[in-house]
């Protein structure tokens, strides 16, 4: 796996959004790939990547 070149995008996204099943949620960006998480796991991811961020003392 390769580190990020840069910063990562994040923007918001509405998965299928000609159809009727449509999804809010964002888009992930970064080099060589992206990745779509859904509305409702937003927050749960958060929190864990803050959690690791807390453990590797990433803001110190």
Same mark, same amino acid.
Do not use: C, K, S
């Given at each position: +796996?390769?580190?990020?070149? #840069?910063?990562?995008?994040?923007? %918001?996204?509405?998965?299928? !959004?000609?159809?009727? /099943?449509?999804? =809010?949620?964002? +888009?992930?960006?970064?080099? #060589?790939?992206?990745?779509?998480? %859904?509305?409702?796991?937003? !927050?749960?991811?958060? /929190?864990?990547? =803050?959690?690791?961020?807390?453990?590797?003392?990433?803001?110190?």
């Amino acid at each position: +796996m390769r580190p990020l070149a #840069g910063p990562a995008r994040v923007t %918001p996204y509405l998965w299928n !959004r000609h159809q009727d /099943d449509a999804e =809010h949620g964002v +888009m992930l960006q970064g080099r #060589g790939g992206r990745a779509f998480i %859904p509305g409702g796991e937003l !927050r749960r991811i958060a /929190d864990e990547l =803050h959690g690791i961020a807390d453990e590797q003392e990433v803001d110190r």
